[in-house]
């Protein structure tokens, strides 16, 4: 079963997450938790993108082959300004109250 599933993915470039995270903040042995992300490793991917959302805050978590991707903070930058640019316009239009 690992073989079919590591063949099947390897034939992909590049996979994207979302996961629905709860939507009351949580705690782990009493301690309240900030941000929950999410990710995956070891996944034969040169770029994997994972968005996790928890209460009212969404995170964005890359893994990326360097010898692909030399600056991972950039496409990261870019997702944030691209979300950023998004939800600006949704609210602009009066799309979501």
């Not at 073989?3 to 949580?26: C, D, N, R, W, Y």
């Not at 929950?36 to 070891?42: H, R």
């Amino acid at each position: 079963m690992t073989a079919l599933f590591h063949k099947i993915l390897s034939g992909t470039t590049m996979g994207f997450s979302s996961i629905v995270g709860p939507t009351e903040e949580i705690s782990f042995y009493g301690h309240k938790m900030a941000f929950l992300a999410a990710t995956t490793y070891g996944q034969p991917h040169e770029l994997m993108v994972n968005f996790q959302s928890y209460v009212d805050k969404m995170t964005i978590v890359l893994s990326v082959d360097e010898a692909i991707v030399p600056d991972p903070h950039l496409p990261c930058n870019d997702f944030a300004e691209s979300l950023k640019l998004i939800k600006d316009a949704v609210l602009e239009r009066g799309l979501v109250k």
